[in-house]
């Protein structure tokens, strides 16, 4: 019987590893504190006392002006009033896809299995990014708000021929990344 469940338990052990070997890393959520919010696409998170920065995969917020004499992008501020509102000091899931090419991770973030990128584009707050997008992000939902929140001409959507993509206007006032 010894022997039984020494065998019953090898087997177990080696499917369990199998599963975590074989799952890519990208579909573990893991679990974090928000600590801060950088602006209405970027996060830092802390885990076990450890902080990290987390660019939220598939979005492109209005950019928050860094240089003194340069106003940032209308709906930047409320943009990163709206993502604080939903995950300031609160634990969230993410669903972490690789790092961007500034090396910061790329990530879905959830809360109460809500998907707070999407929930951001849905809000007329961020737009879908257009750079290159990893490959196993489900980007469907994403586009779907998009139309939705431009058809019913939220937040950034409201300003219409107005509006500049965050991408241009980057390119624009030659801003950098956040950190």
Same mark, same amino acid.
């Given at each position: ?14 499917? *369990? ?11 573990? =959520?893991?679990?974090?504190? %928000? ?16 902080? +990290?920065?987390?660019? *939220? ?22 943009? #990163?009033?709206? *993502? ?5 000091? #609160? /634990?969230?899931?993410? #669903? ?7 090396? /910061? ?12 990128? %999407? ?6 707050? =961020?737009?879908?990014?257009?750079? +290159? ?7 469907? =939902? ?5 139309? /939705? ?25 030659? *801003? #950098?990344?956040?950190?």
């Amino acid at each position: 019987m010894e022997s039984m469940s020494n065998i019953l338990r090898s087997i177990i052990s080696f499917s *369990l590893f199998s599963i975590l070997f074989f799952i890519p890393a990208s579909s573990l =959520a893991e679990q974090f504190i %928000i600590i801060r919010v950088y602006d209405g696409d970027t996060v830092i998170v802390s885990e076990n006392g450890r902080e +990290t920065t987390i660019r *939220l995969v598939g979005i492109d917020a209005p950019e928050i002006s860094t240089k003194q004499h340069l106003p940032g992008q209308p709906f930047s501020i409320k943009a #990163k009033e709206h *993502l604080a509102a939903f995950v300031l000091n #609160k /634990k969230v899931h993410i #669903k972490l896809y690789g790092k961007d090419a500034s090396g /910061k991770w790329l990530g879905e973030i959830f809360l109460e299995n809500v998907n707070i990128n %999407i929930r951001m584009i849905h809000a007329g707050l =961020a737009e879908v990014y257009r750079g +290159t997008l990893p490959q196993n992000l489900e980007i469907n =939902a994403y586009r779907i708000a998009e139309r /939705k929140a431009k058809e019913n001409f939220k937040g950034i959507w409201e300003l219409r021929d107005q509006y500049f993509s965050p991408w241009h206007w980057r390119e624009m006032h030659s *801003l #950098k990344e956040p950190p």
